[in-house]
């Protein structure tokens, strides 16, 4: 299962790094979203409002979004699914390779989303320091959910059907990465949020490992 | 090597395959015929465990297709679809070094198997940027590195230029005579000398056998 995963994981990286698609297309488009949404909110309103956390985690969520299906649009393209199942790959394998591959990108975009909303929000330096475990922990669980579903929703309308299908499987993720971030920021106890955030993340791969076979020969 | 009794295989509440019976010996042949819709596709994916069976019997490869392991079964076949293989993005050599380290096979193999399908030039070439032929070249030097005993290529004589035709049907002579089963699909009859049996599908069913 370990030497499929890190397959797995190995071949969707490289493929990032030479499509390139994170780099100029997502990234981007998060960044412009953050920008707006500090906009919306006005430069004044923005840095004293608290929103910061907040926008940074709906940001990345829509980012996530995008390279989930991404992630599985990889192996739907024509000739590969086929291709790529007579290999008969460990499905528990295949699941945490692309959810480690997907860590790996969220985490990339989260940095500079992170740094966008210091610099554009005006969120404190040290209070987003202080909440990088739990985005980390926030962020694993985002992928592997994101995976999860992205096999669930994979086919025909699979853009469209993966925010429905997802986004409330992935809200005790964002709830408690939000409120972490806060209480990070604002100096609160950030406990509770790891524990919900561990509990989602455990589920999740649980859940990955068990079904992922099952949800990829739908 | 394949066993079907009253194969059924019904997708989106339409019968893919309507009742197929055939018996395949080891170490041979059979080419699949019938216009678009007449079921090849799917027979094929039938026994490559790409889809699973709906009623009736079968055995592939040792794996029976209702009760045993498909990724076994897949694990067994060399695949060659009629669209592309494996990821656009990675190069030849990538795409195939990814398949072996996939399957626990040696990559020893890889450069000789490029070689053979005259592709050693285009090794380090993003698939994406291949022409349709070559990319049927790319998936026939998969099948070269892979060696399965049970070769299922649907239409694999689509996109290939004459040069190609001749080079695939050197590669079918030489796993035919090396054990392998092999299994192929097109729409008319093809000029496969070495075709011991050419089966007529029409309608999901296996209509003619010569």
């Known amino acids: ?218 | 090597m394949v066993h079907l009794a009253g194969a059924v295989v019904i997708a989106g509440g339409f019968p893919l395959l309507a009742g197929v019976d055939l018996e395949v010996t080891s170490a041979s042949l059979t080419v699949l015929s019938g216009s678009n819709g007449a079921g090849k596709t799917s027979l094929l994916r039938l026994l490559g465990g790409l889809v699973g069976l709906s009623s009736g019997e079968g055995r592939v490869a040792g794996v029976d297709l209702a009760r045993g392991d498909r990724r076994e079964l897949r694990r067994r076949v060399g695949w060659l679809g009629h669209e592309g293989s494996f990821y656009d993005d990675l190069t030849v050599l990538e795409n195939l070094t990814f398949a072996a380290r996939a399957l626990a096979l040696s990559r020893e193999g890889i450069s000789d198997a490029l070689s053979r399908v005259g592709l050693s030039s285009r090794a380090h070439t993003p698939a994406r940027l291949l022409s349709a032929g070559q990319r049927r070249r790319v998936g026939l030097a998969w099948l070269l590195v892979r060696r399965a005993p049970l070769w299922l290529l649907d239409e694999p004589y689509a996109s290939l230029d004459d040069e190609g035709r001749v080079l695939f049907d050197d590669v079918i002579g030489v796993a035919l005579d090396a054990g392998a089963t092999i299994l192929v699909s097109a729409h008319q009859p093809l000029g496969l000398e070495r075709a011991a049996r050419v089966l007529r599908l029409a309608g999901g069913r296996v209509v003619g056998d010569s």
Not at chain 1, 138 to 144: D, N, R, V
Not at chain 1, 152 to 178: D, I, K, Q, R, Y
């Open chain 1, 1 to 218: 299962m370990i030497r499929v995963a890190l397959l797995v994981a190995a071949k969707d990286l490289r493929i990032e790094a030479r499509s390139r698609v994170l780099l100029w297309q997502v990234v981007p488009f998060g960044v412009i979203a953050l920008v707006l949404a500090g906009l919306a909110l006005g430069p004044s309103r923005a840095g004293s409002s608290g929103a910061g956390p907040g926008l940074f985690y709906l940001v990345l969520v829509l980012v996530a979004l995008l390279m989930i299906t991404r992630s599985h649009g990889l192996e739907r393209a024509a000739g590969t699914r086929s291709s790529v199942a007579t290999l008969g790959l460990d499905p528990a394998g295949v699941f945490l390779g692309k959810s480690l591959a997907l860590l790996v990108e969220l985490a990339s975009a989260a940095l500079v989303l992170a740094s966008g909303s210091v610099l554009l929000l005006h969120t404190s330096l040290a209070g987003t320091l202080r909440a990088a475990p739990s985005m980390t922990l926030a962020l694993a669980g985002l992928a592997a959910a994101g995976t999860l579903y992205g096999a669930l929703s994979a086919g025909e309308g699979a853009a469209t059907l993966l925010p429905l299908v997802a986004l409330p499987a992935m809200t005790p993720l964002l709830v408690a990465g939000e409120r972490a971030y806060s209480a990070a920021v604002s100096g609160g106890a950030l406990a509770p949020w790891w524990l919900i955030l561990v509990c989602a993340l455990v589920a999740y791969l649980g859940l990955g490992i068990l079904l992922y076979g099952v949800l990829e020969d739908l």
